[in-house]
Each structure stands twice: as C-alpha cells, then as structure tokens.
C-alpha cells in the first residue's frame, strides 16, 4: 500500500467484480443502439476503460474536460468546459462516465448541457458515490459503490494530480491534505 493512504477501501479484486456487473447492466439497455460514451477527463479514464470493455454493444467514445469557476470558498456556480467532445450529441444516445459524485454540481450541470444539444438520451454511471455530500438534485442511474465522506485516490482519483495511477481505491492520510 501507498505510504500516503490511511488505508485501501477498495480492491482491485472488488472493483473488477463490481464493474464487471454495472457494466453487464448497462450493456443490456443498449441491445440494438449505439450509444456516445462519454468520459470525463481525467478522473474516469482507468474505470472507462474497463467499463467500455463489458459493452457488447458498438460504442463510439469520446471525451469532455470540465471544472467549476472559482474554486474553494466562492464559487460562480458555472461548469468550465476546458475540453469540449468531437462528436454532435444531437440523437444520440450518451452514456457519462465519471469517477465520483460529490455534490453532484459537474453531472447535474453535464447533463443539462447535453439534453440542450439535443441528445436522444442520457444516462450517468459512476465509479463512486459520496450521497451524503449532495447538494444538486441529481443521481447516478448506475453506481458502483457508495462511499462515507472521505477523500479517496487512485484507479483515476486524484489528490494534486498524484495518485491516480494506483491500482486501488484508497482513503488519503489527512495530513497530506491538512
Ligand atoms: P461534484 O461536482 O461536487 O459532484 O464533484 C465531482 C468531482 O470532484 C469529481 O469528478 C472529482 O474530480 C472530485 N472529487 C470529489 N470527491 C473526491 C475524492 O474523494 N477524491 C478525488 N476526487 C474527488
Ligand atoms: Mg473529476
């Protein structure tokens, strides 16, 4: 285990299970379509990749690079999209993938935005769920795991852009961050 993490919450044995069956579900909704995979940069990356190769459907993918203005104590209530798709979302299907759902500010907001392109559908799946911090009325249609309110890194996650190359999920020491 990295000398930085408190401990691993989740295993690379558990999240490869988990994925695998989140992934099956999903897969099932779109027999007979060909939906937009959308990831968000950079945090989805590990688990986009192992939840596009459940997909027995054709999938085209794609990726968006967002975050909020003005972060820490005032925020604008803006989504910055510093990385926009390449693809016309018009009638297609889209499928988000996401790392975690804190507030739910970045999905609720995405989601939005998508609809207004004029997707056909839109649907969020996400690796975690911190539902205690929620603040923005919006939810996963498929989740992998609820976590408590600790600030997690690794299979994507990051703290300072460190860490996300870690094969598990694990709950960062506070006094890296404190
Ligand atoms: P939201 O917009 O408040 O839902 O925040 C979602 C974003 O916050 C995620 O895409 C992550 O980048 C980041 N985030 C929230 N909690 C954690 C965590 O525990 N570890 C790493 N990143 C986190
Ligand atoms: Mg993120």
């Known amino acids: 285990m990295h000398q930085d993490c ?28 060909f939906p937009l995979v959308v990831g968000i940069l950079k945090g989805s990356i590990i688990f986009y ?14 990726f968006m690079a967002v975050s909020s203005y003005g972060s820490g104590a005032v ?3 803006k989504l910055k999209i510093k990385k926009d798709l390449d693809r016309d979302v018009k009638g ?27 997707a056909a559908s839109v649907i969020i799946v996400t690796l975690l769920n911190k539902a205690e911090r929620r603040e923005y009325d919006i939810s996963p249609d498929y989740n992998c795991f609820d ?7 690794g299979y994507g996650l990051d703290y300072n852009e460190r860490y ?10 506070h006094e890296v961050y404190e």
């Open 6 to 33: 408190e401990r691993i919450l989740l295993t690379e044995q558990q999240i490869c299970t988990r994925v695998k069956e989140v992934a099956c579900e999903v897969d099932a909704r779109y027999a007979g379509k």
């Open 49 to 62: 990749s192992d939840f596009i190769r459940e997909l027995s459907c054709p999938v085209e993918l794609d």
């Open 75 to 77: 925020s604008s209530g």
């Open 92 to 118: 297609r299907d889209v499928i988000i993938v996401e790392d975690i759902i804190d507030s739910g500010f970045t999905l609720a907001n995405l989601k939005t935005l998508l609809l207004e392109r004029g």
């Open 147 to 153: 976590i408590e309110n600790e600030f997690v890194i």
């Open 164 to 173: 996300r190359n870690l094969p598990y999920i694990g709950i960062l020491k």
